[in-house]
């Protein structure tokens, strides 16, 4: 089928290379020309496994195109994806000024049926405006479907999760449109979900608002375990045993993070503010993951009694491991609040580096060239992002490295006890009981 996607962002760019693997003929749109020149030759501007060598493929198999005109967008593909960004207003609620801008454009050019999705994250309610939108600017008389098809994708593993995805959302109220979205489903293999379009879009904000809710949950949990001494991973592996509930999204640690999770929470809580139902569950999933910094930096401050000019390492700065965004990362707000209290940090990440380095806190902190080169000579190491290579460090070589052998895991990757043996003073998130032991 004809495809364009409009956006070429993570998801944007993920799901028009993931729909040409699979034979579709795809158009992507973007209005960043050099962005679009460098997608051209194959060239992707973020750090995604699989993602370089399927968009070379599919560029070179010429299934998947790309241009900075909407309107050979509108006129390539009968169904038209909008996958542009929302993001947050100060006050939490989401910016649609791109979706309206893309909503107001597409009506320009729309000659003959289309298909037109929302993608994007967006309020319950958003489809019926991008329709009323594409009404008023329109031809009188232009043939459109507006459906809303949430992505569910996590970064990192972008393309695992969108050839076998959990499910497909698809939101729609004709039977043309519905009967085309499915047509585009078809090579992949997965459970489709058809429900009304506010619907569709609500799923999206309640499924990463609860699984925010799990991470704070379990954070919580945490907290109880450091001062009652039980291990917080044993508590984990107990409750998610049950079915019912599940061991994913119950790893207690510095809290979450990213492009997603802080946006669509705080959206949420306005979306349903708006409504005039205050949602104050969420407020408390909010709070106690801002209260997971504190607690972290309180107990490092408690160990090394003040931070000005002390060496800190800190091993991660992107948002989570496998990725190389630093967006709303927790590991780099821990950075910014070490260097406002004159810490001085060596921090180390496998991808990230370079686009922390863009960030207002990179003139104050040493990007080390390792692992273990951050952790030279510092007081005490921190591990803010659990990557597998730090899991495997070699602690002899840490522990003659570092000036005082302490360790902050706020990611609870070490283990311990292996760690104790080589001499290290051990901190990880809710293992009381293993504290207590050392
Ligand atoms: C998330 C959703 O998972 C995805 O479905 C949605 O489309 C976009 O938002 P993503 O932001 O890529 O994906 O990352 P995810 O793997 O969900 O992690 C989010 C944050 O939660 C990270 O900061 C991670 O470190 C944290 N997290 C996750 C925990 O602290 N504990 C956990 O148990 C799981």
Redesign the pocket.
Known sequence: MKLTIIGSGYVGLTTGACFAEVGHQVLCVDNDEAKVKSLQAGEIPIFEPGLESLVRKNVAARRLQFTTSTEEGVDHGEVLFIAVPTPPQADGSVDLSFIEKVAREIAQYLSSYRVIVDKSTVPVKTGERVASTIRRHAKPGAEFDVVSNP??????CAVADLMRPDRIVIGGNSDRALALMQKIYEPFVAPVLVTDINSAELIKHA??SF?AL??SY?NALAEICEVSGADVLKVAEGIGADKRIGR??????????????PK?VSAFIAIAEQLGLPFDLLKEVQKINIRQVDRFLDAIREALWVLKDKKIAVWGLS??PN?DDVRSS?AVNLVERLVAEGALVSAYDPQAMPKAAELPMASKIRFASSALDAAADAEVLIIATEWPEFASADLASLRSTMRTPLIFDGRNLLDPVAVRDFGFQYRGIGRGIVAERG
């Open positions: 992505e569910f994708l996590r970064e990192g499924a990463n699984l799990k991470i379990i994913g999204f119950l790893n207690a640690g510095l809290g979450y993070g990213g492009s997603c999770f669509d948002f989570k990725t927790v």
